[in-house]
């Protein structure tokens, strides 16, 4: 069965700084999904990554995908308290035809301090 | 111009009582799955639906039941609810025409999620 780790699963950071999520998942894969949950509310979609070596940036964040060691990367750059949120990784299982299935990751609440 | 919508927001209800949540999105998807989100925030897919078609059904006990009647809407009938149904539902919809070299891609948008209470 296909399973999905982040870590960390908190993390507290100082504004300014530099930081890396990671999410690591058991069978091969080559498309991931990060999305961000502000608390109470819904999942925003972040990045879509669909092979080896894709690398997506949007403001201060950027997701890469490394399919041959099972692991995508969301960096935080210069972090700022409106990214505070829990970040989720989600892998697509294939489920047959043109019907996919996401297992989701832990989640990684990011609290960026001033 | 709400893409995906969920009612309600929130529901509390008693222990053993029968309720529903209804979903609906205008972004002309085939594809709508309802999520459970527990107290952890842990994400699970319940079920999902293609083109009115039941594709995905987790292990969920049978008391829940999914219903489409277009590919617009999915709605969630739950029978004989239980304290550990308390939890917040998401319903979500993709597009699974949306094709890469590897293969279909399945990028999906949730709703604003129903709080469910049993008490």
């Known amino acids: 069965e296909l399973k999905v780790e982040q870590n960390p699963l908190f993390l507290s950071m100082q504004e300014g700084k530099n930081y890396t999520i990671y999410c690591n998942y058991s069978?091969?894969?080559?498309?991931l999904y990060w999305y961000r949950q502000d608390p109470g509310k819904s999942l925003e979609s972040l990045f879509v990554l669909l092979s080896n070596g894709a690398v997506k940036q949007e403001g201060r964040l950027m997701a890469s995908l490394d399919t041959k060691a099972r692991l995508s990367t969301l960096h935080i750059t210069a972090a700022v308290h409106d990214l505070s949120a829990t970040y989720f990784c989600?892998?697509?299982?294939?489920?047959?035809?043109?019907?996919?299935?996401?297992?989701f990751g832990t989640g990684t609440l990011l609290a960026v301090q001033p | 111009d709400t893409a995906v919508s969920q009612t309600p927001k929130y529901l509390v209800t008693q222990m053993g009582n029968d309720k529903s949540i209804k979903c609906e999105q205008n972004l002309g998807h085939d594809t709508m799955y309802w999520y459970k989100q527990d107290s952890k925030k842990f994400l699970k897919i319940m079920f999902s639906?293609?083109?009115?078609?039941?594709?995905i059904n987790e292990t969920v006990p049978n008391r829940f039941s999914p219903k489409s009647p277009d590919k617009a809407h999915l709605n969630l009938h739950i029978n004989s609810l239980e304290l550990g149904d308390s939890a917040v539902y998401f319903c979500?919809?993709?597009?699974?025409?949306?094709?890469?070299?590897?293969?279909?891609?399945?990028?999906?948008?949730f709703g604003p999620g129903t709080r469910l209470t049993v008490l």
């Open positions: 989600a892998v697509d299982r294939g489920y047959g035809g043109a019907t996919n299935k996401l297992i």
């Open positions: 979500a919809s993709s597009q699974n025409r949306d094709y890469h070299q590897s293969g279909y891609y399945n990028e999906q948008f």
């Open positions: 069978t091969t894969s080559d498309r």
């Open positions: 639906y293609n083109n009115k078609e039941l594709i």
